[in-house]
Structure formats: structure tokens, C-alpha cells
């Protein structure tokens, strides 16, 4: 099979990690509800021959710190921040706290460890729920922290393909039972915005105004999921307190489209912030010298916002160049490319892990015909998908590499095809 024989090729170079793509899913499979392959994430940045560019739209946690950002990580005063003494990170906290118009923010490692903190500080007691959507980076992405790190379990509500849920289906999840001793009790109610799985959706202000509304009336607290939500006020052109006044608690990540090195942060009311970095401290994640980091964190807040359209326009321009191919081989709803992730569908002839695999390697023919080697690097996802994210590392030009790229592995794929009838 040719994408065996691909898959094959970047194996015997060292580009991608030597594990069976095709193990985890049946043969003729069809399920839409399959989640990526995420041990291709250990393709390891490649570095071609001296005519080979590469093109890594794996994701936006691949960037480089900026040299105002490792200008400013070499002249960072630090001091202890366990002991709450790192100035640096002190004024992190505060940009940050007044830019998001809550009483407090905190430093923390990863957007993980962000949402895990949230779940625990807003579900301390041992019988408390929280509501997550079933395509969230949370359920998906995140081990299961919330269930064998805080103890607390969740429930899930479908994710929509605009990453929103049903009105009803979640005010149906919410338990009205308690202190019923056969029900858990519901404490949180949490949103992801931009949506990763769905491909960088933004959820809309009345969606957001809507769940908090249903969350009052309960007495539920809404955190949102906001490593990309810094993306969602571009794309929304409002403020970004305009979406975070629905929300009692959020994180947003620093190191994604923002560009810095680590870090996120978390932020909400006084008493959330004070119990979150007492659990921080549990979890490991009292760091001392954290300065240098969050200099580098307070550049990208402050600084890196303004050029996330740019991400936007380079991953619609890419989109736009697969439905004006021509080829049959791709479907891609413009629509649905609001920020900086693209996802699109393949037919059938050419399934994610061969497009993936073609589009990473250099072809026969192809330095002759694009004048070099083009390797992009893109992930296979779910629903027969491929995912493409944009960011502060890819420009314009290396979008349009992507698009000469993918034009041909199209054409090659195609005539393959016609080849073989």
C-alpha cells in the first residue's frame, strides 16, 4: 500500500516515532467520535537538507520566544515565589488580573495544571460534580486529572460542532436531587473557548451569556477552558472582557498562540486565587525563581495579542487554496475557519495518516517541480480530519509552501489513483 510505503519512508528517517498508525482504529471504521493519534506528537522537529524547507503546523505550542521575550527573561528581577516574592511574577499576576477584570490571577505551569486547579478549588467536597463537554480538552486531553488527582468526577454533555452544548441536554446534567444520598452534586459547569477538537471555534457571546444565566440560577460556577481565548476576541473584535464576564473563573495560556516559552494563567475571585495556590503547591507547581519565565509570559500578554490575525488570515488563506483546488480530495467548510486551527475532511482514497505522511516527506519529483523540498507537518484527527494550526512561527510565505505542497501530494494522489483503475 502506498501509505504504509510512506509511513515507511519518514520511519527509516527518524520523522516520525515508530509506532503502528492503524492499531487503534478497525479496520473500516467510520466512527466520528475517534479521537487523534497524539503519539505523533513525537515527530521530532526536523531539519532538512540545505533545499528542504519545513512547515510545522502541528500546533501553536511549537513557537519560539521572541527576542523581546529572551531580552527580557536575561534582565528579569526574581526573587522566591513560593513566598510569594518574585516581583516579576507579582506584575505577571497583576497585568494580568486587571487586563482580565477579575480580582486575581495566578501563575501556573500549563493550562493543565490551570483547569485542574479550578476543578479543585470549585469542587472541594468529595461528593461534588462537575459538567464538561464530551470533546473537551479537559475529558480528552487532560489524563483524567479532575477524577484521580482531585477526586472529582465529571459528567459530560455533547459537544456540538460549533463547541457548544444544548441548552437542555446540560440543564438536564446539572442534579437537582441533592442532598439526595444517590446523587453527586453539581458545582461547575465548564466551557472551552476557542474549541481545540472542533477545529478553533469560537463560542458565541449569547452561548456565553446563556450558560451563565442557567449557572446562577443553580448556584453552578462557569470556568472557561481559555487557552485560545485571546484568539476568540480577535476573531469576535471585543474586548476581551466582553467574553470573560461570563465566566466566575478562567485560564488562559500563555504559551500558545501568545508565543511565550510556558506558563497560564489563572484567574478569578480573591478567595479562588488564594485556595489555587495552596492546591498549586500540592500539585508541584510552586516554583521559586519563576521570574525569568514570567517576564517572557507578561511580553506575551501585553505585546503578542495584536498579531493573531495574522494567524487567522494565513489559516483561511490555506483553506481557501484546498476548496479552490479543484481536487475532490479535500472538503473544508469556510465557515467554520474562525481562528487559527484549520480542520478539514479527505476523501476516502486519501485518509489522514497518508496525507500526513505525504505532506512530511519530500515526494518523488518534488524539488523538481516546486523548486525544493517542502516537508509540512500537520496532524491526523478524528472523522477522517486533519487538523492545521497556525502561528507566530509560520508566515505568509510558509503558507503558501503548505498550499504549493499540498497541491502536490494532491496531484500525485490522483494520478496514482488513475494509474491503478
Not at 520511519?11 to 516520525?16: A, D, T
Not at 492546591?279 to 508541584?284: C, D, E, F, P
Request: glycine letters at 10%; proline letters at 4%; a neutral charge.
Amino acid at each position: 500500500m502506498v501509505v504504509r510505503g510512506a509511513w515507511r519512508s519518514l520511519l527509516n528517517r527518524g520523522l516520525i516515532a515508530s509506532r503502528n498508525p492503524w492499531k487503534s482504529v478497525a479496520k473500516g471504521s467510520s466512527c466520528v467520535r475517534e479521537y487523534h493519534d497524539t503519539g505523533k506528537a513525537s515527530i521530532p522537529g526536523p531539519r532538512g537538507a540545505a533545499n528542504t524547507r519545513v512547515v510545522d503546523l502541528r500546533s501553536d505550542t511549537v513557537t519560539k520566544p521572541t527576542p523581546a521575550m529572551r531580552q527580557a527573561m536575561a534582565s528579569a528581577e526574581v526573587g522566591d515565589d513560593v513566598m510569594g516574592e518574585d516581583p516579576t511574577v507579582n506584575e505577571l499576576q497583576k497585568v494580568a488580573a486587571e487586563l482580565f477584570r477579575m480580582e486575581a490571577a495566578l501563575f501556573v505551569t500549563s493550562g493543565t495544571m490551570g483547569n485542574l486547579l479550578a476543578a479543585m478549588v470549585h469542587c472541594r467536597r468529595r461528593d461534588d460534580e462537575m459538567i464538561v463537554g464530551d470533546l473537551s480538552h479537559i475529558h480528552v486531553y487532560e489524563q483524567g486529572g479532575s477524577a484521580y488527582l482531585a477526586g472529582v468526577h465529571s459528567t459530560t454533555v455533547r459537544t456540538q460542532p460549533d463547541g457548544t452544548f444544548d441548552l437542555t441536554e446540560l440543564e438536564s446534567k446539572i442534579r437537582h436531587g441533592y442532598p439526595d444520598p444517590h446523587y453527586p452534586r453539581t458545582r461547575l459547569i465548564c466551557v472551552e473557548n476557542t474549541h481545540n477538537i472542533q477545529g478553533g471555534r469560537v463560542l458565541p457571546l449569547t452561548f456565553l451569556q446563556e450558560v451563565r444565566a442557567l449557572a446562577d440560577r443553580y448556584g453552578v460556577s462557569v470556568h472557561m477552558d481559555g487557552a485560545r481565548v485571546m484568539n476568540a476576541a480577535v476573531a469576535q473584535r471585543v474586548p476581551l472582557t466582553t467574553i470573560l464576564q461570563h465566566t466566575h473563573t478562567v485560564s488562559v495560556c500563555l504559551s500558545k498562540g501568545l508565543g511565550a516559552p510556558v506558563g497560564t494563567i489563572l484567574a478569578g475571585p480573591k478567595a479562588f486565587i488564594s485556595q489555587a495556590r495552596r492546591y498549586r503547591k500540592a500539585l508541584g507547581g510552586g516554583m521559586r525563581q519563576a521570574g525569568i519565565i514570567a517576564a517572557a509570559g507578561k511580553v506575551a500578554l501585553l505585546e503578542m495579542s495584536g498579531r493573531l490575525e495574522e494567524d487567522h488570515h494565513n489559516a483561511r488563506t490555506f483553506a481557501q487554496a484546498l476548496l479552490s483546488s479543484g481536487s475532490p480530495l479535500f472538503t473544508v467548510d469556510m465557515d467554520c475557519v474562525e481562528t487559527n486551527i484549520l480542520r478539514f475532511f479527505l476523501d476516502p482514497r486519501l485518509g489522514p495518516d497518508e496525507f500526513c505522511a505525504r505532506m512530511a516527506q519530500v515526494g518523488e519529483g518534488e524539488e523538481e517541480e516546486l523548486g525544493q523540498g517542502v516537508q509540512v507537518l500537520m496532524f491526523p484527527h478524528f472523522g477522517n480530519s486533519v487538523r492545521a494550526v497556525w502561528h507566530l512561527g509560520i508566515s505568509s510565505e510558509e503558507t503558501q509552501l503548505a498550499v504549493q505542497k499540498m497541491k502536490f501530494v494532491a496531484a500525485q494522489v490522483l494520478k496514482e489513483t488513475v494509474g491503478t483503475q
